[in-house]
């Protein structure tokens, strides 16, 4: 997850509306697709119409102190360069957010990702990473990158699955004083 501060200012405006999508299999690959409890997660646009709930489902996923603010969210999900998407269950609850923003440097940052903790190992983080990438592309994101913490190795391996690699460790990136790593994959 990446600390806002250190990407408030380059954030910058314009783009494109996201098209909303749902429900099926796709971007992991027809074997997972075929898991138990795959397709029952639909992922779906990310805005600030859903800035509570997505509020409320990071203080679960992050209870390190590390939860984003409210008001952090409304900045983000109001951006016209945010890529963002939500899972949801049948019944609409969310269970899953990513906020990813067009850099104006034109790479693809993802800033946080996180799933409710019953609802995780089913491949929800995957297919919202996967989106997100898809979103990038139509807006022209050669690189993509995130930030994660040094002792967040689940994190790491979801990452490395999905061919991000770690380019750069950043010491005391985290306000606890933890270090980051930097992770990047290229798109093209
Ligand atoms: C990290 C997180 C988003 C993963 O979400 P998830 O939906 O459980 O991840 P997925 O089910 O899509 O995982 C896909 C693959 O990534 C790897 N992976 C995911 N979580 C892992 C973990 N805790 N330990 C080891 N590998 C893990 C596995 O290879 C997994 O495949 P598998 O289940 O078939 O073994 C979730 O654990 C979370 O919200 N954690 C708290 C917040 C956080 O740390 N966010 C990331 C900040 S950078």
Redesign the pocket.
């Known amino acids: 997850?990446a600390v806002l501060k250190k990407i408030r200012s380059r954030l910058f405006s314009s783009g494109a509306d996201e098209g909303e999508e749902s429900g099926a299999a796709g971007e992991a690959g027809p074997a997972r697709a075929a898991a138990e409890g795959y397709s029952r997660y639909d992922v779906r646009p990310l805005t600030a119409a859903q800035l509570d709930e997505c509020w409320r489902l990071d203080q679960r996923?992050?209870v390190d102190g590390e939860a984003y603010s409210r008001e952090t969210f409304e900045y983000l999900l109001t951006s016209p360069e945010s890529v963002s998407y939500r899972a949801v269950t049948s019944d609409g609850t969310m269970v899953?957010f990513i906020v990813g923003i067009v850099e104006p440097d034109a790479t693809g940052h993802i800033t946080?990702?996180?799933?409710a903790p019953e609802?995780?190992?089913?491949?929800?983080?995957?297919?919202m990473l996967l989106k997100v990438e898809e979103g990038f592309r139509r807006r022209g994101v050669r690189i993509t990158r995130?930030e994660?913490?040094s002792v967040?190795?689940?994190?790491q391996?979801?990452y490395a699955?999905l061919g991000f690699s770690v380019t750069q460790r950043l010491p005391r990136y985290y306000s606890n004083g933890g270090d980051g790593l930097l992770m990047i994959k290229s798109l093209v």
Do not use: S
Not at 112 to 115: A, D, K, Q
Not at 119 to 127: I, K, L, S, T, Y
């Open positions: 997850m996923c992050f899953g946080t990702l996180g799933v609802h995780r190992r089913r491949g929800v983080a995957q297919r995130l994660v913490r967040n190795i689940g994190a391996d979801l699955k």
